[in-house]
């Protein structure tokens, strides 16, 4: 008889997961096939995800988006920098063209690995495969390790491999590509509009890489791509989309959904989205909203589904939590060591006497904060003047004579929608008046400016703010 629950993979919400142990253990009860989790404290998780392992007939798929290490979503893990981050600090700053050294790129992959596997975590949703060829993309971003699918190519396998060697199931997304979009899928459905020659030559090619270097999953973006299936309907959702990923890739293993709370699922319900999904032969249903209704409904439509590839895969998986505590000390070092590296400085510049500082933030927070105490510390006379996104409306008014330092917070994230069109006014409005600008986030951000020096460090990290705060520090000397 057909197990309705087996196919699909609820969110798990660490923080809850005392709570709600029994809410959890009531859908292992039931069949599902894993959890994605999100948030929580170290120790707290990885018990109750053991206590989860050992209530379940198979081992559950225990996933993550860690595309920036465990410290992206459970608290006492390691954060990374973004992908694009690694790549800078990974490349090499000297010889001509796209030369990496490797070694601390695979160190830090490495140690995500470790931390999942400590935590219980089997899976990883990484490594990102989409070439951000498009500057005005408001969700791939710094997610992607560049612009070119050489580099998205060469580190997305180098990532895989390390993940997996290490035990840990790497999941390569989002096919056949979300670089080339001006939507964010959370919202709305976008579309790639490239035709089917342009697509192999460009946004397949991280994926072919990735399914001969042997990767064991693979997530179906919410994207409309005309040239796999003219319709227009999800990839997630189209049977001519995954058979061309099966017949003409030559792909065999797990293709998951991606989150299926998201906008870019269309037109259609959570359940009838995820019926048409599993039609189309994916094999796991991700993070629907309510997983008993979406149950239900696949029991009422008689779903009819293949489970003999999910269920070799979870057999194949590990259960318990890793004994090893990793050297998480050691992981921090790396960490700091790597956003240091992927610094980029684009101009000449060297600070001058009593500078004033600019912080425009696009969240509604005080983010900047310890980027500004920092450098008042080693700068005498600093002058720090602060916009946010709830306060944009406030006009600066900038000292005369002063060197003006512009310092851009702004996270790329789900359900965001790209930065605010405030924060491109204000960076328009200050060009020519500025000496310097720095980015703790997308690159692009800067794209339009000229005349001055740009500061890229890619995240807004607390050691991001040191490591910029350092270099300017060091220049005025």
Request: hydrophobic residues 40%; positive net charge.
């Amino acid at each position: 008889m057909q197990n309705y629950y087996q196919v699909l993979m609820p969110r798990l919400n660490g923080e809850e997961i005392r709570r709600n142990f029994g809410h959890y253990r009531s859908l292992v009860k039931k069949g599902v096939a894993g959890f994605i989790v999100f948030g929580g404290r170290l120790a707290e998780v990885r018990k109750h995800i053991d206590l989860l392992q050992k209530e379940a007939e198979l081992p559950l798929v225990i996933g993550s988006d860690l595309e920036r290490g465990l410290g992206q979503q459970i608290k006492g893990g390691t954060p990374f920098p973004p992908a694009m981050a690694l790549a800078q600090a990974a490349r090499k700053k000297r010889g001509h063209g796209r030369a990496y050294d490797l070694s601390a790129f695979r160190k830090a992959c490495s140690a995500v690995a470790e931390e999942a596997a400590y935590a219980g975590i089997n899976t990883i949703f990484a490594p990102v495969l989409d070439i951000n060829t498009n500057p005005k993309n408001p969700i791939i971003a710094t997610r992607a390790f560049g612009e070119d699918a050489e580099t998205v190519s060469l580190l997305g396998c180098e990532m895989l491999k390390a993940f997996q060697e290490l035990g840990i199931t790497a999941c390569g997304k989002h096919f056949p590509g979300h670089g080339d979009t001006e939507a964010d899928s959370h919202i709305s459905l976008p579309m790639i509009r490239r035709g089917l020659s342009e697509l192999k030559k460009i946004e397949l090619k991280p994926f072919r890489e990735a399914i001969a270097a042997g990767v064991k999953m693979i997530m179906l973006g919410h994207l409309s791509v005309p040239a796999l299936d003219p319709s227009g309907i999800p990839v997630t959702l189209s049977g001519k989309a995954v058979a061309f990923l099966r017949k003409k890739m030559g792909y065999d293993g797990i293709v998951v959904t991606d989150a299926m709370n998201m906008g870019g699922i269309g037109r259609y319900s959570e359940q009838e989205a995820s019926l048409m999904a599993l039609t189309a032969g994916v094999d796991v249903i991700l993070h629907p909203s309510d997983a008993d209704r979406v149950a239900l409904y696949l029991r009422t439509r008689k779903a009819r589904f293949e489970t003999a590839r999910l269920e070799e895969f979870r057999r194949g998986l590990s259960r318990a939590p890793g004994r090893e505590r990793p050297d998480f000390r050691k992981n921090n070092v790396l960490y700091e060591s790597l956003t240091e590296k992927a610094l980029k400085l684009s101009g000449g510049f060297r600070l001058k006497e009593r500078p004033c500082l600019v912080i425009l933030n696009d969240e509604a927070d005080k983010r900047g904060a310890l980027f500004a105490n920092r450098l008042k510390k080693g700068l005498r006379g600093l002058k720090i003047l602060s916009v946010n996104r709830s306060s944009r409306e406030v006009l600066l008014t900038l000292p005369e004579g002063a060197q003006i330092i512009i310092a851009i917070f702004s996270e790329t994230r789900g359900w965001k929608g790209g930065a605010g069109d405030w924060l491109y006014k204000a960076i328009s409005g200050l060009a020519g008046r500025a000496d310097l600008y720095i980015s703790f986030g997308s690159p692009y951000l800067l794209d339009r400016v000229e005349g001055a020096a740009k500061l890229f460090a890619y995240w807004d990290s607390a050691a991001a703010q040191e490591a910029v705060a350092g270099l300017l520090i060091n220049k005025s000397r």
